[in-house]
C-alpha cells in the first residue's frame, strides 16, 4: 500500500511512495507525530538521478524487516534535496561540521524539534570496509535514544550552538580589486592540473564558474595564462567521457582525473553553464570546437530534457536497465568492440574503436569503454565519422533509456534560459531563442505569483508547495536579463526587475548587506541558511550579485548597484584564498571593474545594420557587458532613452563608469569599443 508520499510531485519521493517504509514529506506534521509517539526522526535527503540513493533504497527502504525496524522507532522523512535546498544546506552543513565529509544518500537523526544528533551518508545492508550496516545504526540511534536522551539532547543543543556560531559575518566591506583578482588567478594556477586540464585531483568536477571568471579576466587584462587554462579545460572536457560524444551534453563529474569515466546522470544545471561556457568560449576565440560543443549541448537540452509544458527537466539517471532487467550504472552510454561491430560492421566498427577510444580491456566496468576523442595521428574521414556516429546513436535509441525527473527547477531553468538564449544568438539559432522564451513564459506563469514570489519548482505545469530560495530568484532574474538583452523586450527585464526587489527586500541583511539563502519570512530551520561559495551551481549569493549588477547597468538603479557591491564583499575575503569555490562571484567582480560596460543599440526593427550593430554587441567580449536594442522612439529599455539615429543611420551607443563614447554606425568600431 503506497505510504504518505504518493500525494507529492517530486519524482524522487514518488519513487519510495511503494517502500514498505511510513515515509513523510518533510512537515511540522512529521515532527509532532515524533512527540506524541516520544521517537525520534530519521531523516533521508536524496535525489531522483543519485546513484547510491537507489542502492540504499534497494537494499534497505524495500527490505520489510528494516521498513518494520523503522517504522517502529523513528518518524521517518524523505526529502528531495532538489526541492528543499534549504533543508539540505542546514543538515549537510552539520553534517560536513561533525564527520568532515558529506554526500547523498544523506542520513540525520533528529531530535522532535528537528535538532540533529547522529549524522551518515549511504549505510550498507551488512558491515562492511569499517562501515557499520544500516540495521546496526537503527539500533545504536534507537539504544542511544532510550537509554542515554540526556546526553542526546546535549549532543543536539551543542551542534545547534555551534552552527549558529558559524554565522558569515562577509558582504558590507569593500569590493574586490584588481589585487584581489590577481590573487585569486594565481590560487587557481597553482591548482590547475597543467597535464590534464581542470583543478585538483578525482574525483573532477566541470570547473563552469571559474572558466567564466577565467575568461572575463583574460578580456580585462590580455592575461593568456587565463586564456590558457579555459581553453585547455574545456577541450579535455569535450574529449573525454565526461561529454556524450553521440548524443551530447555533459554527465555530472569524472571519477578520474584524466576525464575518462563519468558519473552518468547529467543535470540540468551542469549542461545549462556548460553551454554558456562554450558559447563564450567560441566568443573569445572562435574555437570551432567549442561551438560545435556549445551547439551540441544546448540541442541535447531541447531534445531530452524538454518537457511538454516548455520547461526542462531536472535530470537524467545514471542507471538504466542493461537488457537484462539488471540497473546498471553507465548501461545506455558505454560500448565493446564487438558491440560496434554489430552495429557498424568489421570495417567501420573497428574505425569507430580507433575513433573514440574503445578498446578490449576497456575503459569502464566488465570490458566496456566509455566513448572519447583521444588526440592520435590517424587521420579520419570527417563524412564518415558523421556517418557512424548517427548509426550509433540510432542504435543507442533502442537501448532502455535512463529515467528522467521531469520536475522543474526555477533556478537551474534560469540558467538554461540564459544559456539558450545566448547559444541562440551567437550561432543564429532563434529556435533556441524560442526554447528560451518558452521556459521563461512557464516560469512567469506558473512559478510568479501575483506578488512576484517565486516557487522553487513544477511538474506537469502543476505548481510545487516550497518556496523559492535565493538561487532561484538570481538565477531567473540572470535568464530573463540574457532574454532582454537577446531579444530587445522590456518585459524580461521588468519581471527581472520584480525579482530583484525580492532579493534586496526578503534576502538581504540590510545591516551588512550579506545575503541569506531563504526568505526573511521562510520557514523557520534550526538556523537560517547562507552560503556564498559556489558548488555545483553558482551560489545564489554570488548570483544575485551578478544579476544586481547588470540590472543596474540596464536600468540606472542605484539601490540595485549598491546591493551588488555589498554583497560582493565576500568576494574580497573569499577569492585569494579559495577561487575554486566562487568561480561566479569573482566572474562578477571583473564585470564591476569593467563597468560594466552599457550598450545601446538603435534602429529601425529588421533593418540590417540595426542587426549587425545587435549581433556585435551580444559577441563583445568586455565582461557583463550589458546590451539594449530597440527602435528610437521606443521605451521598452531604459538604456534606449535619448538615443537618436546618426545621420538616420542605426548607431550603438557604448557607456561606461556614467561616460560615453561617441556613437557608432560602424560594427568593427563597436567591436573594439567591447573588446579593448
Known amino acids: 500500500m503506497p505510504n504518505r508520499l504518493a500525494h507529492e510531485t517530486s519524482p524522487y519521493l514518488l519513487q519510495h511512495a511503494d517502500n514498505p517504509v511510513d515515509w513523510w514529506p518533510w512537515s511540522a506534521e512529521a515532527f509532532e507525530e515524533a ?111 532510550a537509554d542515554r536522551r540526556g546526553e542526546v539532547a546535549e549532543v543536539a543543543a551543542k551542534i545547534v550552538r555551534d552552527l549558529g556560531e558559524r554565522e558569515m559575518g562577509f558582504g558590507g566591506g569593500e569590493v574586490p580589486g584588481e589585487e584581489d583578482l590577481a590573487g585569486a588567478l594565481l590560487g587557481l594556477t597553482r591548482e590547475y592540473d597543467a597535464s590534464r586540464g581542470g583543478f585538483g585531483g ?43 560524444q553521440l548524443g551530447g551534453g555533459f554527465a555530472r563529474y569524472s571519477v ?58 531536472s535530470a537524467l539517471d545514471a542507471d538504466s536497465d542493461d537488457g537484462t532487467g539488471k540497473h546498471v550504472e553507465g548501461a545506455y552510454y558505454v560500448w565493446t568492440p564487438r558491440q560496434l561491430r554489430e552495429v557498424l560492421g568489421a570495417e567501420d566498427g573497428d574505425l569507430a574503436a580507433r575513433y573514440f577510444g574503445v578498446t578490449e580491456e576497456g ?19 570527417a563524412q564518415k565519422v558523421a556517418g557512424i556516429r548517427r548509426r550509433l546513436l540510432a542504435a543507442r535509441a533502442e537501448r532502455p533509456a535512463p529515467g528522467r525527473d521531469d520536475k522543474i527547477v526555477a533556478a537551474w ?82 519581471f527581472a526587475g520584480f525579482l530583484l526587489d525580492q532579493v534586496i527586500t526578503q534576502f538581504t541583511d540590510p545591516e551588512s548587506g550579506a545575503l541569506y539563502d531563504t526568505a526573511a519570512d521562510a520557514e523557520r530551520l534550526i538556523r537560517r541558511p547562507q552560503d556564498p561559495t559556489d558548488n555545483a551551481t553558482p551560489s545564489g549569493w554570488s548570483a544575485a550579485a551578478g544579476a544586481l549588477l ?14 551588488a557591491e555589498r554583497a560582493l564583499g565576500v568576494v574580497k575575503a573569499l577569492g585569494p584564498r579559495a577561487p575554486r569555490f566562487i568561480g561566479w562571484g569573482l566572474a562578477v567582480a571583473e564585470a564591476l571593474l569593467d563597468g560594466p560596460r552599457e550598450v545601446a543599440v538603435v534602429g529601425p526593427e529588421g533593418h540590417p545594420l540595426t542587426k549587425a550593430l545587435h549581433r556585435t554587441a551580444l559577441l563583445g567580449t568586455a565582461p557583463g557587458a550589458v546590451v539594449a536594442v530597440g527602435t528610437p522612439e521606443s ?32 560594427p568593427d568600431r563597436l567591436r573594439t569599443a567591447l573588446s579593448s
Open 256 to 313: 578520474d582525473r584524466e576525464w575518462v569515466v563519468p558519473h552518468f546522470e547529467k543535470m540540468l544545471y551542469d549542461n545549462a553553464l556548460l553551454c554558456r561556457v562554450y558559447a563564450h568560449l567560441w566568443r573569445t576565440t572562435g574555437s570551432e570546437l567549442a561551438r560545435r560543443v556549445a551547439l551540441e549541448t544546448a540541442d541535447f537540452m531541447v531534445s531530452e530534457l524538454r518537457t511538454n509544458e516548455g520547461g526542462f527537466a
Open 363 to 381: 575503459t569502464f566496468e566488465e570490458g566496456s569503454s566509455v566513448l572519447q576523442l583521444p588526440q592520435q595521428d590517424e587521420l579520419f574521414d
Open 202 to 244: 578525482a574525483p573532477k568536477f566541470p570547473p563552469s564558474m571559474v572558466i567564466e571568471f577565467l575568461l572575463r579576466h583574460h578580456a580585462r587584462t590580455g592575461s593568456e595564462g587565463a586564456l590558457q587554462m579555459a581553453q585547455d579545460t574545456c577541450e579535455r572536457m569535450a574529449r573525454g567521457g565526461i561529454y556524450d
Open 550 to 563: 547588470s540590472y543596474a547597468a540596464q536600468t540606472g538603479a542605484e539601490p540595485h548597484r549598491t546591493a
Open 413 to 494: 531553468n534560469g540558467l538554461a534560459v540564459a544559456a539558450l538564449a545566448e547559444t541562440g544568438a551567437y550561432f543564429d539559432r532563434p529556435d533556441l531563442v524560442d526554447a528560451a522564451i518558452a521556459a521563461a513564459d512557464l516560469l512567469v506563469r506558473v512559478h510568479l505569483d501575483d506578488r512576484a514570489r517565486l516557487s522553487r519548482t513544477s511538474k506537469d505545469g502543476q505548481v510545487g508547495a516550497n518556496a523559492g530560495v535565493l538561487e532561484d530568484y538570481a538565477d531567473v532574474a540572470e535568464g530573463f536579463l540574457a532574454l532582454a538583452s537577446v531579444t530587445g523586450e522590456g518585459v524580461w527585464l521588468e
Open 35 to 145: 512527540r506524541e509517539r516520544g521517537v525520534p526522526v530519521l531523516l533521508s535527503v536524496g535525489y531522483s538521478s543519485c546513484h547510491w540513493c537507489h542502492v540504499l533504497a534497494r537494499e534497505s527502504f524495500e527490505d520489510e524487516q528494516v521498513a518494520l525496524y523503522m517504522n517502529a522507532h523513528f518518524v521517518n522523512i524523505k526529502v528531495d534535496r532538489e526541492e528543499r535546498p534549504d533543508v539540505d544546506a542546514v543538515y549537510m552543513e552539520a553534517v560536513q561540521a561533525a564527520t568532515g565529509q558529506g554526500g547523498w544518500p544523506m542520513t540525520v537523526f533528529l531530535t522532535q524539534d528537528a535538532e540533529p544528533f547522529y549524522f551518515g551518508t549511504y549505510f550498507p545492508p551488512a558491515p562492511r570496509h569499517g562501515m557499520p550496516s544500516f540495521r546496526q545504526v537503527l539500533e545504536g540511534v534507537r539504544g542511544a535514544w
Open 635 to 666: 521605451d521598452e529599455l531604459p538604456l534606449l532613452a535619448d538615443r537618436p539615429l546618426v545621420q538616420g543611420e542605426p548607431a550603438a551607443y557604448v557607456c561606461r563608469n556614467f561616460t560615453c563614447d561617441a556613437p557608432t554606425t560602424d
